[in-house]
């Protein structure tokens, strides 16, 4: 079946560790996205990224990385330097901006 | 950049009633309106769209109507069953810089 694929579902790390989460995708997609959800303040982005080896900077990209070196993987590392990592982490992908985005079932990510 | 308001942020309402959403946009180039429905745990899901060229879509029992010059657009669930409830967003995209916006969503319960 085709679809977003995001690991793991729940994932725990101490303060001041990186931690890397995945985000894979089989829909042919060139278009792929990272979004933190907190509860009362929707969706916002992180990163995008409209094609390989290309990625853009959403409203809240400090503290992260990514890369996009193959059409379907799109990695997101939460450094030490996000001031407040713990969140529930949503990859999406779509044909572009103005159609259907899928998403992924979500990280749920605790820094204790 | 766009900003995307959402209203209200929870409604409940009781099965069969109907329910209604509302969102309004800032940015008058955006031209691609999804609506998407969240369920507890899980990725938001698309349930319908509509673009500028026209002014009301349906799909079912589920309706959303646009209108450009006011910049705002609804979202219209008619019967409503208790697995409706979820938390709906609502989005607006902008082709000219490649954004989307989301609201900060609504969480529906429909009372048995």
């Known amino acids: 079946d085709g679809g977003i694929t995001q690991s793991p579902k729940y994932l725990f790390r101490k303060e001041g560790q990186n931690v890397t989460l995945s985000c894979e995708q089989n829909l042919n997609h060139d278009a792929m996205y990272w979004y933190r959800q907190d509860p009362g303040q929707g969706l916002r982005l992180i990163y995008y990224s409209q094609i390989v080896n290309d990625f853009q900077k959403g409203d809240i990209a400090e503290g992260y990385s990514v890369s996009r070196e193959k059409k379907e993987s799109f990695p997101l590392t939460v450094t030490s330097a996000q001031k407040n990592p713990t969140a529930f982490y949503l990859c999406?992908?779509?044909?572009?901006?103005?159609?259907?985005?899928?998403f992924g079932q979500g990280t749920r990510l605790t820094v204790v | 950049g766009e900003n995307v308001e959402q209203h209200p942020s929870t409604l409940s309402v009781q099965e069969g009633d109907s329910a209604v959403i509302k969102c309004t946009y800032s940015?008058?180039?955006?031209?691609?309106f999804p609506w998407y429905k969240q369920e507890l745990g899980k990725g938001p899901q698309l349930i319908i769209d509509?673009?500028?060229?026209?002014g009301e879509k349906k799909d079912q029992r589920i309706a959303v109507t646009l209108n450009k010059t006011a910049k705002h657009f609804s979202l219209h669930i008619t019967e409503t069953q208790p697995e409706d409830s979820a938390v709906y967003f609502c989005a607006a995209s902008n082709p000219n810089n490649n954004d989307m916006r989301f609201g900060a969503g609504t969480r529906l319960t429909v009372k048995p």
């Open positions: 509509i673009r500028s060229n026209v």
């Open positions: 999406a992908s779509s044909i572009d901006r103005y159609t259907e985005a899928f």
């Open positions: 940015d008058s180039a955006s031209n691609y």
